[in-house]
């Protein structure tokens, strides 16, 4: 049994552990990190799932201008590998998303797989005029319009804006 709450400041360290965890040292040098770097997520869209008193999952969402348009960035969802395999991702995934839709988000972009994402909403056709600062696998640049058509014809850089 796992439970959602809102992240907070106590949970930084084992957010930090478990990104290390999940991600490596390459976590530092992956594209949307550039747009992460020295930008606080939006806290009441940040979530941590909690099982048996620990940490074991979280999902973060982070305000960007996508060209023109005001967009959420998705990442980095991670779950302890105890966890894998028991839907704490997608409880994390599903929670972010209504979250951010209800409060008027129009819509979210993310790098990641398709065959996962996808269940979700996300795809890559919304994002073919939006570039992000660094090398992205085209078909790995997804999103998801809450809004139908809110991304249509946003072209230009993806860039961090001010929670």
């Known amino acids: 049994m796992i439970t ?3 992240e907070r400041d106590e949970h930084a ?12 040292e390459s976590r530092w040098h992956k594209t949307c ?11 009441n869209l940040s979530l941590v799932a909690l099982g048996r008193g620990a940490l074991v999952g979280t999902v973060r969402l982070w305000p960007v201008l996508a060209g023109r348009r ?6 980095p969802l991670a779950v302890d590998p105890a966890w894998r395999d028991q839907g704490v991702g997608a409880a994390l995934m599903a929670e972010a998303l209504r979250r951010a839709k209800g409060e008027g988000e129009k ?15 996300f795809a890559p056709n919304a994002t073919t005029g939006l570039y992000l ?16 058509g809110a991304l249509t014809g946003a072209e230009g850089d993806v860039r961090p804006l001010a929670a």
Not at 109 to 117: A, K, N, P, T
């Open 4 to 6: 959602l709450k809102n």
């Open 13 to 24: 360290p084992a957010i930090e552990r478990l990104l290390d965890a999940s991600f490596s």
């Open 33 to 43: 990190q550039r747009l992460r770097e020295g930008q606080a997520p939006i806290r």
């Open 70 to 75: 005001r967009a959420l960035l998705l990442g």
């Open 107 to 121: 819509s979210v972009i993310l790098v990641g797989d398709e065959e996962y994402y996808g269940r979700f909403g």
């Open 133 to 148: 600062p660094g090398p992205v696998d085209r078909a790995r640049f997804l999103a998801n319009e809450f809004v139908p």
